[in-house]
């Protein structure tokens, strides 16, 4: 179930097919760090979900979350109309909460994209 969850002491949300809307993606993630405490949030995006990327960006900036260059670089090439549809899996896009990391190509997915609060940071 997308929503209505409610998990007690979940540290950890795996999107293994990232979510058709945003806000979803941001609820889902919710399910973890809560009452102050850090969690992980990883999700997986493929080459074909470039407008996720673009979407994705601006929500991980607000929260102060720190964006691998080929999560922006994904986002970035949306913004020139490439991508947006949505594909099959082939690559991984890890992000994190409450951790510091890198991301990186693989599989030919993008690395990065993780969401937080209190000051945590990317995981990747």
Not at 22 to 33: A, L
Not at 99 to 104: D, K, M
Request: charged fraction near 25%.
């Amino acid at each position: 179930a997308a929503r209505g969850l409610d998990v007690k002491d979940c540290n950890m949300v795996i999107n293994y097919d990232f979510p058709n809307q945003i806000e979803d993606y941001v609820h889902r993630i919710g399910r973890t760090g809560r009452a102050g405490k850090k969690g992980w949030a990883f999700s997986f995006l493929d080459a074909e979900e470039t407008n996720m990327a673009k979407k994705l960006v601006p929500i991980l900036k607000d929260a102060n979350q720190i964006i691998s260059p080929e999560i922006e670089d994904m986002a970035h090439r949306a913004g020139y109309g490439r991508g947006g549809g949505r594909g099959g899996r082939g690559g991984r896009s890890r992000g994190g909460r409450g951790g510091r990391g890198g991301g990186g190509y693989g599989g030919g997915g993008y690395g990065g994209g993780g969401f937080g609060g209190g000051g945590g940071g990317y995981g990747g």
